[in-house]
């Protein structure tokens, strides 16, 4: 069982958060008069402009404190309702009124796990043949140390009410899915059955509609990228999965019109609150984070070569999950690090966009070369193409095949210059061998964090010790 993190988790009680307590212990009485922050913030007769404004600044002041300390433990308790439980803890009166939000938190069981699900197109899953079939082959998988499961369509309301609370037990969520919710919300988003699904779990508790949507956005990210890698690597070792042996390929309506996603929220003594939050993103955005034409055998993926692989790719986006994190989204004051991890971002959604099914040859040639340029170099110098091949040749030393690798990226990287100067690929270009190379390559990169000291020029030079 998880040890428990809130009942020994602890606020930094620095200067600002001791005056800030202290500020709103002596206002308790005034506070009193307010049964909510929006109370509070659109008063006009009970307090006046500047100590209303004082009472704010003091509420955000200590809301931040607690948000880093939770958040840092992937427990996201959106602003909104840390703004109400700072404003009742301060109502009650005294002290250490961060202390005692997180102690109410804790008691509401806000560590609890929940979820977030989201609609896939163009994923599939390696079925058997008719004649064939086999008791290891299955339409789902789930993948417990990342946090993440994927399934095939299934085609009713109730199948698909059945294979969400089978990927939420397999993840560690315990909380009752009531079959109701998801019947109403799929009468409002059509993708519920007819879509591949993905569960990603996470623990969030939110008020307003869109306060923690860039956790949900960067956690699909990374697990679809974690689904295209291992896919990659299959194919490379195994070949494509035959199109008619696959889920994307039975019954397939799925659907491009998706507006919604569902967030499955998890307090104690409840069932799983659902809601269903408009994904606020453009429609390119949209398509881009549901596309993921991958091809995924539940066989391969018990292979002692595919565990190993599955693996090391789980660890590496963990690790820049993690990163992005803390050094990005929580703003740490590390320059360098906050660079970096945008890079190793910015570079899987390049990776990514390589494998759109709505996307020509060359357009994945120029995606992914602009990958592996992105994670790979750190500022743009003459010489591209060389430091690619030699920094790809350090990260993969030991890896048999090394060779076509880099035979296969530094064609991938002039096919590319040959299309944005010509605008027409003339040369044949090994894809599928270059998006392997960048999920072993990425894997190699990201595990030599660990015991690295970040500089500020050239990360990822200093990283590889190319000198």
């Known amino acids: 069982m998880t040890p428990k993190i809130l009942p020994t988790l602890a606020v930094k009680s620095t200067r600002a958060v001791q005056q800030s307590e202290s500020y709103l212990a002596g206002k308790h009485n005034q506070l009193n008069h307010f049964a909510s922050v929006d109370d ?23 809301r931040a404190a607690i948000a880093r300390a939770l958040w840092s433990h992937e427990i996201y308790v959106g602003r909104s309702v840390l703004d109400e439980c700072v404003l009742g803890a301060g109502k009650a009166g005294g002290g250490n009124i961060a202390a ?4 109410h938190l804790a008691q509401a069981g806000a560590e609890r796990p929940g979820f977030v699900l989201y609609p896939l197109t163009s994923f599939g899953m390696k079925m058997s043949p008719i004649f064939h079939p086999s008791s290891s082959l299955q339409d789902w998988v789930a993948f417990p140390r990342a946090g993440y499961a994927v399934s095939g369509q299934k085609h009713s309301v109730k199948a698909a009410h059945a294979r969400l609370v089978e990927m939420a037990s397999a993840l560690g ?27 990603v779990r996470l623990t969030s508790h939110t008020g307003d509609m869109y306060e923690n949507q860039f956790v949900y956005s960067l956690k699909i990210r990374t697990a679809a990228s974690g689904l295209l890698m291992l896919h990659a690597l299959s194919v490379e070792k195994s070949g494509p999965v035959d199109g008619f042996h696959a889920t994307s390929s039975v019954n397939n309506w799925e659907t491009l019109d998706i507006r919604h996603y569902l967030i499955g929220e ?17 429609a390119l955005e949209l398509a881009r984070l549901s596309d993921v034409a991958a091809m995924i055998s539940t066989d391969e993926l018990s292979t002692t070569r595919m565990k190993r692989l599955s693996s090391a790719v789980v660890a590496g986006l963990k690790t820049v999950e993690q990163g992005y994190f803390r050094h990005v989204n929580l703003t740490s004051k590390n320059k360098a690090q906050q660079r970096l991890y945008k890079r190793f971002v910015t570079a899987l959604d390049w990776y990514r966009q390589s494998f759109g099914s709505r996307i020509n040859e060359s357009e994945a040639v120029v995606a992914i070369a602009v990958a592996f340029e992105t994670l790979l170099t750190d500022t ?4 591209v193409a060389e430091r690619i091949e030699r920094r790809l040749g350090i990260c993969l030393k030991g890896v048999p095949g090394v060779g076509g690798y880099e035979q296969a990226v530094l064609a991938i990287y002039h096919a590319r210059s040959e299309i944005v100067h010509s605008g027409s690929l003339g040369q044949q ?36 010790q190319d000198v």
């Open 173 to 199: 969520i315990r909380q009752r899915i009531a079959f109701e919710d998801v019947r109403h919300f799929a009468s409002q988003a059509g993708w519920l059955d007819r879509n591949p699904l993905m569960l």
């Open 429 to 464: 270009a090994n894809i599928i061998a270059a998006q392997a190379a960048f999920a072993r390559c990425f894997c190699a990169l990201v595990s030599r964090l660990a015991g690295w000291t970040p500089t500020p020029d050239e990360p990822i030079r200093d990283l590889l």
């Open 40 to 62: 509070l913030v659109t008063d006009e007769k009970l307090l006046s402009s500047s100590e209303r404004n004082a009472i704010e600044h003091h509420i955000v002041n200590l």
């Open 266 to 282: 998890n307090l104690r003594g409840r069932p799983m609150s659902l809601r269903r939050v408009p994904m606020n993103v453009s």
């Open 100 to 103: 005692r939000v997180i102690a």
């Open 380 to 383: 743009y110098q003459r010489g």
